[in-house]
């Protein structure tokens, strides 16, 4: 009979947490749709791009990647030598999930003269299957450079296809995955909203379903909604995408009222991403302590995905 003693976790985290960082030389990134209080201790906070981009220039030994799986992944694909943990290895992705790579390379056989732009919420096997990898933020500036007699597939979120098909004019063969929060955003409810609060603008992310895309003042990538709202003279937003985003925009802009987008169900936290809230500061802590859950990517693998990704890096400038 094995027995599982719980391991203790101090009181003070932030403390521990600090501490532990500098006796690792580590880094800590994490995305905007982490709790609060991990985005408050983290060395960067961003989007998928900008933290790819933190990732490859670390100096540090090593990465802890307070975000889901595949962002880690991208960090260890882009920084070998330094070891990447993740404190929940359960934090995945719909989308991710919803693209296995079989199945990827059995729709990319059937479509041999298309140019594979895939979205970086995917796996690295999927991402080694790949051309080109894109964020939401760089998607667009990246389909505009591909020549418009070469066909595209678009893997892995027909959202967010759709939505550039529209911005681009491009006629994209799309894999049909979606994400499981921008999914759930009721349009029936967002337009109830929107006449309650009628000053407020109702930013979203491209990952939203069309019909509640086509009732958005503005539409960007989660670091693009950030930047909108700072930059706004408007005094009231819906924020369509995950709330942890709005921790940023009150820090930013304390004078301004953020509302969260409203879910189909109000008994559920559908605005949440449960995978992103895997993660804790008491994970956070214990996977630097044990320096574990790791992050390993076979090399042959990371070595294929590395080539789309600086493609992306190199496209998105």
């Not at 391991?7 to 003070?12: A, G, I, R």
């Not at 559920?268 to 992103?276: A, G, T």
């Not at 993660?279 to 992050?295: A, G």
Request: aromatic letters at 6%.
């Amino acid at each position: 009979m094995i027995i599982q003693v719980e391991e203790k976790v101090p009181v003070d985290l932030e403390t521990e947490i600090l501490k532990l960082k500098k006796e690792l030389n580590a880094v800590i990134l994490a995305h905007y749709y982490q709790y609060s209080e991990i985005q408050d201790i983290a060395d960067f906070v961003g989007d998928s791009l900008e933290l790819s981009r933190k990732a490859a220039n670390a100096e540090a030994d090593v990465i802890v990647f307070a975000g889901v799986h595949f962002m880690a992944e991208t960090a260890k694909i882009l920084s070998p030598n330094k070891q990447v943990l993740l404190p929940d290895l359960e934090a995945g992705c719909s989308l991710a999930e919803g693209c296995p790579s079989d199945a990827f390379k059995e729709f990319r056989e059937a479509h041999p003269d298309h140019i594979a732009i895939t979205y970086i919420n995917s796996s690295a096997e999927v991402k080694a299957l790949s051309d080109i990898i894109c964020t939401s933020s760089s998607a667009e500036k990246i389909i505009k450079k591909i020549p418009t007699d070469k066909p595209i597939l678009f893997a892995p979120d027909k959202n967010l296809g759709k939505y550039l098909i529209k911005k681009t004019g491009r006629d994209m063969l799309l894999w049909q995955g979606s994400c499981i929060v921008h999914e759930t955003f009721n349009q029936r409810k967002i337009i109830e909203l929107k006449l309650k609060h009628p000053n407020a603008k109702l930013i979203a992310h491209p990952e939203c379903e069309e019909p509640l895309l086509n009732e958005a003042d503005y539409i960007a990538s989660t670091s693009g909604l950030l930047n909108f709202v700072k930059q706004s003279t408007d005094k009231e937003f819906i924020v369509a995408t995950e709330v942890g985003i709005i921790h940023q925009m009150q820090k930013a802009c304390p004078d301004k009222i953020f509302i969260p987008a409203p879910k189909n169900d109000e008994a559920c936290s559908c605005n949440e991403c449960p995978y992103m809230k895997l993660n804790t500061l008491e994970k956070l802590y214990l996977c630097m302590k044990n320096r574990s859950p790791e992050i390993i990517i076979p090399e042959d693998i990371r070595l294929k995905a590395l080539v789309p990704i600086q493609r992306m890096l190199e496209m998105s400038l």
